[in-house]
């Protein structure tokens, strides 16, 4: 399954305590739960460019499966992580500071 597309943000599951995680600070993280982002990702193999825009902040991130890479945060830092696949439709990264995240392609959608 590839993972080339354009997906909109319908859902988020545990935002506020994942951006704490990730050291936003309150208000920022309530300005931004009702934002709806884009992602657009192009695969190529274990190579991925994933760009997500939410309001007017783009970010980019680039990675391959299983090396350790930077990816830039909402917060607008960086932050060492490494992707994993798991299956052949579930994405898992997990950072330098032990906060994972999870993303799931379930035919047209991701979650």
Do not use: C, H
Not at 92 to 99: I, M, Q, R
Request: glycine share 10%; aromatic share 6%; net charge negative.
């Amino acid at each position: 399954m590839s993972f080339n597309g354009k997906y909109e943000l319908q859902s988020q599951e545990n935002f506020e305590a994942f951006m704490k995680a990730l050291g936003l600070p309150d208000e920022q993280i309530q300005k931004g739960k009702d934002i709806k982002s884009v992602s657009e990702i192009v695969q190529d193999g274990k190579k991925f460019k994933l760009t997500v825009t939410t309001g007017s902040k783009v970010m980019v991130s680039e990675f391959t499966i299983g090396e350790e890479t930077e990816i830039e945060m909402v917060t607008g830092g960086k932050v060492k992580a490494v992707v994993q696949m798991e299956g052949d439709n579930k994405l898992v990264a997990t950072t330098e500071k032990g906060v994972k995240s999870v993303t799931v392609l379930n035919g047209d959608t991701l979650t």
